[in-house]
């Protein structure tokens, strides 16, 4: 079956560490998206890419990074910079053109001790 | 402000009891409006795209509609396996950025 896998789905960090959660799509979408869901508030672009080894900052991409090495494959990075990385995670693709309709992965769940 | 606003924040049907969940907006230029259904701990799933007002679209249980200030979602006699959070989505501008509203957690009991 066709979709997104995002691993891993439960995430502990200590404090000044960096952490990587995969997302992994076989859809041949395009445009790939990482969001951030935080209780009470809309989900929040961090990144995206539409398309291969290129990739934009959405509304809040301070203390995070992406790559897109390949068009399957678009990890992010919660780095030590991200002063409040307790959250879901949402990865998420897309086909370039038309609706845009996003097709969104199981979720990854962070957690800072 | 561009703005995305679902309403209520919570609602509790009967088994049955119709009713209609409330996706405001205040965007320039729409492009599409998208509602989304999120089971607790997992990723949103798409339900419908709606483009210009006076547009229906229905899928079992759910109808959704759009005007040009609002879109509504609504439940026709909900069964308990209804219960989840339903999302707002909205395209807009020459950027087609995208706004989600916060939700509406609806639990159906039976």
């Known amino acids: 079956d066709g979709g997104i896998t995002q691993s891993p789905k439960y995430l502990f960090r200590k404090e000044g560490q960096n952490v990587t959660l995969s997302c992994e799509q076989n859809?041949?979408?395009?445009?790939m998206y990482w969001y951030r869901q935080d209780p009470g508030q809309g989900l929040r672009l961090i990144y995206y890419?539409?398309?291969?080894?290129?990739?934009q900052k959405g509304d809040i991409a301070e203390g995070y990074s992406v790559s897109r090495e390949k068009k399957e494959s678009f990890p992010l990075t919660v780095t030590s910079a991200q002063k409040n990385p307790t959250a879901f995670y949402l990865c998420?693709?897309?086909?370039?053109?038309?609706?845009?309709?996003?097709?969104f992965g199981a979720g990854s769940r962070l957690t800072v001790l | 402000e561009d703005q995305v606003t679902q309403s209520p924040e919570a609602l509790r049907l009967q088994e049955g009891e119709s009713s209609s969940l409330n996706c405001s907006y205040t965007?320039?230029?729409?492009?599409?409006l998208f509602w989304y259904r999120q089971d607790p701990g997992k990723g949103p799933e798409f339900l419908f795209t709606?483009?210009?007002a006076g547009e229906e679209k229905e899928k079992e249980r759910l109808k959704a509609t759009l005007t040009k200030k609002e879109s509504f979602l609504h439940i026709t006699a909900p069964k308990p396996e209804d219960s989840a959070t339903y999302l707002c989505?909205?395209?807009?501008?020459?950027?087609?950025?995208?706004?989600f509203g916060t939700g509406t957690l609806l639990a159906v009991q039976p």
């Open positions: 998420a693709s897309s086909n370039s053109g038309g609706a845009n309709v996003l097709t």
């Open positions: 859809l041949n979408h395009d445009a």
């Open positions: 890419s539409q398309i291969v080894n290129d990739f």
């Open positions: 965007v320039s230029g729409l492009r599409g």
């Open positions: 709606l483009y210009s």
């Open positions: 989505a909205v395209k807009f501008g020459a950027t087609n950025k995208l706004i």
